[in-house]
């Protein structure tokens, strides 16, 4: 077999990772808890260990050979995010933008600006 790597963590991606991992009856050691992406992402290169991390944070060093995806059963992950502004502001043109890309008729709860998508 190839050599064991123990993961290197960040809080959030633990947290979704961390529901599928205990579905399946598994608690990964972690070696180290960061809390900046950029931190795993050079660790990892360093050889310290594995991570999950989103593909969208590691598009560079994936594109370089820097990093490589494992094909792993059950990944991706799927995750929910939220839209989020200020109360009783005006979007910016960029915002107001991006929010018309969103799903139409998001349930909203307008009294914290926050749409659930």
Sequence with gaps: MGTSYPPVDLPRPRI????????A?????????MGAN??????VIAGLGLSVLSRGTCRLELAHGHLVELDAAGFPLQRHGHVAWP???RLSAGAAAFRAIL???PPADQASGRVNT
């Design 16 to 23: 979704a990772a961390g529901g599928f991992f205990a579905a």
């Design 103 to 105: 799903p139409a008729n």
């Design 25 to 33: 009856g598994f608690a990964p050691p972690v070696r180290m808890e």
């Design 38 to 43: 950029e931190a795993i992402k050079q660790a």
């Design 87 to 89: 109360g009783g502001r």
